[in-house]
T-cell receptor, first 114, second 113 residues
C-alpha cells in the first residue's frame, strides 16, 4: 500500500525563524516521485518541487530546501527565514511510476506570525 | 501559455439538487485530467481521472460521476447532491510528455445545504 504521512498538523512560528515540515512515505515500488505543494488561503495548489526516487540529491531554491532520504523514507521541507507570505497548508505527495495517481498526505498548516 | 480554468468558483446547492462543475485546459492537447475533493481541514481525495476523451476511471464509489466530452474539458456531475458532497473541488492536469507534475486549477467551493 502507498501512504504519505505528515504528522505535523499545524506549526506556528515567528517571522525569520526556520521551520521544517516532515513527510514520511510508504511504497513498495522502486521507481516513484515525491512532491510538495503549497495551498495558500485562496485554495489553489501550487506546485513546489518534484523528486525522483533515484535522485537523493538535496535541493535548494531560495529560502526553500528539501531533504530526501530513502533510508528513512522521508522527504522533508525546510523554509529558512520564514515570512508571513509562507503561511499556507503544505502537502507532500507520492506518485508511483506505474500509476498516474498522486497520494497526498493530510497536510501541515504553517502559520508565520510577524 | 497553458492554463486551467474551473467554473464556478463557488456554489451553494440544496440537498437533492443536481451538480455540474466544469474544468477546461488551454494551450495543450491530450492532457491527463483529474478531479479531487478536499473536505474541510482534510487532505485531497482523488475522485476521477481521465487519460483521453470518453475515458474515465473512478477512484471512489459515490453519487458523483465524471465525463470528458472534449479533449480539454472535464466535467464533474451529480444527479442528487448529499450533504457530504460539500467541499473544495480541484481539477488538475498533467501536460503530455509524462512529466508527472500535476498542476491544479483554482478550485470550486461547494456547499450543500
Amino acid at each position: 500500500a502507498q501512504k504519505v504521512t505528515q504528522a505535523q498538523t499545524e506549526i506556528s512560528v515567528v517571522e525569520k525563524e526556520d521551520v521544517t515540515l516532515d513527510c514520511v512515505y510508504e511504497t513498495r515500488d522502486t521507481t516513484y516521485y515525491l512532491f510538495w505543494y503549497k495551498q495558500p488561503p485562496s485554495g489553489e495548489l501550487v506546485f513546489l518541487i518534484r523528486r525522483n526516487s533515484f535522485d537523493e540529491q538535496n535541493e535548494i531554491s531560495g529560502r526553500y530546501s528539501w531533504n530526501f532520504q530513502k533510508s528513512t523514507s522521508s522527504f522533508n521541507f525546510t523554509i529558512t527565514a520564514s515570512q508571513v507570505v509562507d503561511s499556507a497548508v503544505y502537502f507532500c505527495a507520492l506518485l508511483s511510476y506505474n500509476t498516474d495517481k498522486l497520494i497526498f498526505g493530510t497536510g501541515t498548516r504553517l502559520q508565520v506570525f510577524p | 501559455s497553458q492554463t486551467i480554468h474551473q467554473w464556478p468558483a463557488t456554489l451553494v446547492q440544496p440537498v437533492g439538487s443536481p451538480l455540474s462543475l466544469e474544468c477546461t485546459v488551454e494551450g495543450t492537447s491530450n492532457p491527463n485530467l483529474y478531479w479531487y475533493r478536499q473536505a474541510a481541514g482534510r487532505g485531497l481525495q482523488l475522485l476521477f481521472y481521465s487519460v483521453g476523451i470518453g475515458q474515465i476511471s473512478s477512484e471512489v464509489p459515490q453519487n458523483l460521476s465524471a465525463s470528458r466530452p472534449q479533449d480539454r474539458q472535464f466535467i464533474l456531475s451529480s444527479k442528487k447532491l448529499l450533504l457530504s458532497d460539500s467541499g473544495f473541488y480541484l481539477c488538475a492536469w498533467i501536460p503530455p510528455g509524462f512529466s508527472y507534475e500535476q498542476y491544479f486549477g483554482p478550485g470550486t467551493r461547494l456547499t450543500v445545504t
